[in-house]
């Protein structure tokens, strides 16, 4: 059974910075599908960014776009997502999730595509 564990959470200053982990364990990490959602109070799941597990391209939502950075480290089995010039809007619980297969690229931003996910970590930005 796959198991994720998000961490890296917590509150920060509009425009600072904070980087989120995802450990993975119990599925082949190098090859399966990433990403990260998250979801605010009263709004849907928003995609953030996905990257592939055998070529390692990335993905990215447009509202983070030129801001956040998703990354992975095959040796430590876990997936990161760097977050720079952070806005209030950005605060929301952030999830991580794996798929498998190679869905092609057009689906990796919807939440349906991964079947395991974790139990999310909390993002504050905010003075």
């Known amino acids: 059974q796959v198991q994720l564990l998000e961490s890296g959470g917590g509150l920060v200053q509009p425009g600072g910075s904070l980087r989120l982990s995802c450990a993975v364990s119990?599925?082949?990490?190098?090859?399966?599908?990433l990403a990260w959602f998250r979801q605010s109070p009263g709004k849907e799941r928003e995609f953030v960014a996905a990257?592939?597990?055998?070529?390692?391209?990335?993905y990215y939502g447009n509202s983070v776009k030129g801001r956040f950075t998703v990354s992975k480290d095959n040796g430590k089995n876990t997936m990161y997502l760097q977050m720079n010039m952070l806005k209030p809007e950005d605060t929301a619980v952030y999830y991580c999730?794996?798929?498998?297969?190679?869905?092609?690229?057009?689906?990796?931003?919807?939440?349906?595509?991964?079947?395991?996910w974790g139990q999310g970590t909390q993002v504050t930005v905010s003075f």
């Open positions: 119990g599925r082949s990490f190098s090859t399966a599908p």
């Open positions: 990257i592939r597990g055998n070529t390692g391209m990335t």
């Open positions: 999730a794996a798929g498998s297969g190679s869905p092609i690229s057009s689906v990796l931003r919807y939440a349906s595509t991964y079947t395991s």
